[in-house]
Each structure stands twice: as structure tokens, then as C-alpha cells.
């Protein structure tokens, strides 16, 4: 069973369009993550939720926008996509904000 | 002001040869150091948490220690498939649990 799934694996797309990502987790954990990792492999945070609660909003253009209908689910919504969007976007959940988080395996956007 | 510095960028080690990454920090409260490592495609894989100063913890041929100011991860006696890149993030308190990451270790072990 995969803890922390998301969908797609990958994403190749024109600029100017609109996409999401999706995210899963089965761990029971009650706060999530979204982080992006660019070309040089640097992980950074975007935008985290604790129990559905957004707590972390860091300076993102406005074009991403987290969604999370459950504690279990964190989607992202990305319009207007622009090539320096093109990246890997990771999820990731942990029990708490105090405890260890585990990623999912990715999703590589690529925007043409 | 880089908050997480890992250093080297690139480990490259034969078989056996035991050595050490470092993860040097500089944060106003520390709420926890976070050891991932991260293969080519994948997601990065939860190994270790220290809390504090003079904490250790071991898994296999890794090792994770901690002083108030960094923390190395010493592989001992690697093998081919410790290669990796292998992350540090830190917590801060009051952060909201936000991770703070390095910008990585690439290592590779060659038969």
C-alpha cells in the first residue's frame, strides 16, 4: 500500500493552461505538505495544512492554489501555467508538525 | 541567508571506504534535524530525526549525530546501493512545522 500517492507521475502541458495535481495519503497524519523541487534538486516548501487548515502559505504566486476537501487529501491547482513552472512537485504528510514527514514519489510538470 | 548547508555537494567513495557528510545549521530554536535520502525518480525517504545535542541514531551502515550547530551522517564500510542523494532539513520552533531543506549530498559508491 502506498502511503502517500499522487497523481500524475507526470505532466507535460503548454503554457497558458490550467492543471492539478492530486494527493492521497493512508497514514492517518493530520497535517500535509506541498513542496517544489527545481532543476538544481533544492526542496521548498509551499503550502502546508493541518487538519484541513491551511498554516503555511509561503510566497507563491497566486496562480497555485491548495485545495483539501479531507485531511486526507491535498490537491494543487495551478492556472495559467508559465514555463518557469516547469518542476518536480512533491506531497508529503506527517502525524503533526512536530514529527517526520513522509513524500510521495512526485509528479514532473513540464510546461512547453 | 541559507539557513541549511550540506557539504560536499559530491561524495564519490569506493566500496568499503567509511566517510562522513555534514549538515551545518543556523537556526533560532531547533525543533528537530531530519535526515532523507533521495534516489534518482523518487521521492525523498524518511531515515532519521534528532531533537537534540548529543542525540545518535543508527540504521544499518548509517549514522546520524547531532551537535548544536551540525550534524554528519557517517556511512560505514558503504555499498554500491547507498548511492544516493542524501538530504538534512531542519524544523525551527514556532515555524509550523515548515522543513527547512539543504541543498543535498550526492553520493555514489562504486564497486
Known amino acids: 500500500d502506498t502511503a502517500v500517492s499522487q497523481t500524475p507521475k507526470y505532466l507535460v502541458t503548454q503554457m497558458g493552461n490550467d492543471k492539478s495535481i492530486k494527493c492521497e495519503q493512508n497514514?492517518?497524519?493530520?497535517?500535509m505538505y506541498w513542496y517544489k523541487q527545481d532543476s538544481k534538486k533544492f526542496l521548498k516548501i509551499m503550502f502546508s495544512?493541518?487538519?484541513?487548515?491551511?498554516?503555511i502559505n509561503e510566497t507563491v504566486p497566486n496562480r497555485f492554489s491548495p485545495k483539501s476537501p479531507d485531511k486526507a487529501h491535498l490537491n494543487l491547482h495551478i492556472n495559467s501555467l508559465e514555463l518557469g513552472d516547469s518542476a518536480v512537485y512533491f506531497c508529503?504528510?506527517?502525524?503533526?508538525?512536530?514529527?517526520?514527514?513522509?513524500f510521495g514519489q512526485g509528479t514532473r510538470l513540464t510546461v512547453v | 541567508e541559507d539557513q541549511v548547508t550540506q557539504s560536499p555537494e559530491a561524495l564519490r567513495l569506493q566500496e568499503g571506504e567509511s566517510s562522513s557528510l555534514n549538515c551545518s545549521y543556523t537556526?533560532?530554536?531547533?525543533?528537530?534535524l531530519f535526515w532523507y535520502r533521495q534516489d534518482p525518480g523518487k521521492g525523498p525517504e524518511f531515515l532519521f530525526t534528532?531533537?537534540?545535542a548529543g542525540e545518535e541514531k543508527e540504521k544499518e551502515r548509517l549514522k546520524a549525530t547531532l551537535t548544536k550547530k551540525e550534524s554528519f551522517l557517517h556511512i560505514t564500510a558503504p555499498k554500491p546501493e547507498d548511492s544516493a542523494t542524501y538530504l538534512c532539513?531542519?524544523?525551527?520552533?514556532?515555524?509550523?512545522?515548515?522543513?527547512?531543506f539543504g541543498a543535498g549530498t550526492q553520493v555514489v559508491v562504486t564497486p
Open positions: 534528532l531533537y537534540s
Open positions: 497514514l492517518g497524519h493530520d497535517t
Open positions: 532539513a531542519v524544523r525551527e520552533t514556532d515555524s509550523w512545522g515548515k522543513f527547512q
Open positions: 537556526v533560532s530554536g531547533l525543533r528537530g
Open positions: 508529503a504528510s506527517s502525524l503533526n508538525r512536530v514529527s517526520e514527514a513522509f
Open positions: 495544512y493541518n487538519n484541513k487548515e491551511l498554516i
